[in-house]
């Protein structure tokens, strides 16, 4: 997920995490007109309210960014990265797209690369949030960081899902 919208914050206020990078992405292809439209699928901002979408939050950021509503396409039904890839190969079959371009986190692109295999459907990918040890973190530091184990949590996360996704055949 990219976007947080919290019940104590005030209607229509976003906050957002790391994985903004993705937002930027695709809000920097449709300004510069790199890109025609941008589908923005699905996605959970609050796991206690399924009725709580990203989709729609990040296409009004879009929108107050001054992007075109038209320019827009929000898919609301996916959960997860297999329903993403199902549900985007319906709309690109739907709309004779010739090219679809995936953006994702890096540490996410070979999932979600495998998941748009699985449906058959070639996708071309932008990954975005890399992250690599800032300047005074070396590979011999040996005090603990919190980040340290964020980024564990991450990468296990990540790990687990795509044993997950192989052996369910959601992804190859």
Same mark, same amino acid.
């Given at each position: 997920?990219?976007?947080?919208?919290?019940?104590?914050?005030?209607?229509?206020?976003?906050?957002?995490?790391?994985?903004?990078?993705?937002?930027?992405?695709?809000?920097?292809?449709?300004?510069?007109d790199?890109?025609?439209?941008?589908?923005?699928?699905?996605?959970?901002?609050d796991?206690?309210?399924?009725?709580?979408?990203?989709?729609?939050?990040?296409?009004a950021?879009?929108?107050?960014?001054?992007?075109a509503?038209?320019?827009?396409?929000?898919?609301?039904?996916?959960?997860?990265?297999?329903e993403?890839?199902?549900?985007?190969k319906?709309?690109?079959?739907?709309?004779?797209?010739?090219?679809?371009l995936?953006?994702?986190s890096?540490?996410? %692109?070979?999932? /979600?690369?495998?998941?748009?295999? #699985?449906? +058959?459907?070639?996708?071309d990918?932008? *990954?975005?949030?890399r992250? &690599?040890?800032?300047?005074? %973190?070396?590979? /011999?530091?040996?005090?603990?960081? #919190?980040? +340290?184990?964020?980024?564990?949590t991450? *990468?296990?996360?990540?790990? &687990?899902?795509?044993?997950?996704?192989?052996?369910?055949?959601?992804?190859?």
């Open positions: 997920g990219v976007v947080q919208v919290f019940a104590d914050q005030p209607e229509g206020r976003r906050s957002f995490n790391d994985n903004v990078d993705r937002l930027i992405a695709v809000y920097d292809m449709l300004r510069q790199r890109a025609k439209i941008a589908v923005i699928s699905g996605g959970h901002t796991p206690s309210r399924p009725e709580s979408k990203e989709a729609p939050t990040l296409a950021q879009l929108v107050d960014w001054g992007i509503p038209e320019r827009i396409i929000i898919e609301r039904s996916a959960r997860n990265t297999r993403n890839a199902v549900e985007v319906k709309l690109a079959e739907a709309n004779a797209w010739s090219h679809v995936v953006v994702t890096a540490f996410h %692109m070979p999932r /979600t690369v495998g998941s748009f295999e #699985a449906v +058959a459907m070639s996708v990918t932008l *990954a975005v949030d992250r &690599a040890p800032g300047p005074n %973190m070396t590979s /011999t530091s040996w005090l603990p960081r #919190a980040s +340290a184990l964020d980024q564990s991450d *990468a296990i996360r990540e790990w &687990a899902g795509r044993l997950v996704y192989r052996l369910r055949g959601y992804s190859r």
